[in-house]
């Protein structure tokens, strides 16, 4: 082969090859050095190699794409939410009281900064003098 027919040849197998896995073009280039006695006889060696590997792949791929696309789609449409007026409404069609009490948000431990109404709570008296120890 002349300069100019090696990168003709590399040029159609390279076309040819594109876009097929490196680890199946590992596969396919070991059995086209172990079977091919001529560079015509390369690509369609790596090729025959791989078909049936490339082609499992490829309907790998598309099954892992079509299961990836029922994931996004949604199954039903999404209801609008009610806005906070007209949940207050309801609640208040239903004799619930919509207003959040203090007790109900309170923190369950002791809070970072205690305030008067902790101190109460825990029958502290915070207006008579603190005592202080001997040493």
């Known amino acids: 082969m002349t300069e100019a027919d090696r990168e003709d040849w590399l040029r ?8 097929i896995p490196a680890d199946l073009l590992d596969i396919g280039c070991a059995h086209a050095r172990k079977v091919c006695d001529h560079p015509a006889k390369v690509v369609p060696a790596i090729l025959t190699a791989i078909q049936d590997l490339w082609a499992k792949r490829k309907r790998d791929l598309s099954d892992v794409e ?15 939410r009610c806005t906070p007026e007209q949940a207050r409404r309801i609640m208040l069609e239903c ?5 959040v009490t203090k007790a109900s948000t309170a923190h369950r431990g002791p809070p970072i900064a ?6 109460a709570a825990h029958g502290i008296d915070i ?6 120890k001997a040493a």
């Open 95 to 99: 004799g619930i009281e919509p207003e």
């Open 12 to 19: 159609a197998a390279w076309v040819t090859l594109d876009g």
């Open 66 to 80: 079509a299961a990836l696309a029922k994931m996004v789609e949604p199954t039903e449409p999404e209801e609008p």
């Open 114 to 119: 205690p305030d008067a109404d902790w101190y």
């Open 127 to 132: 207006q008579s003098p603190v005592e202080e």
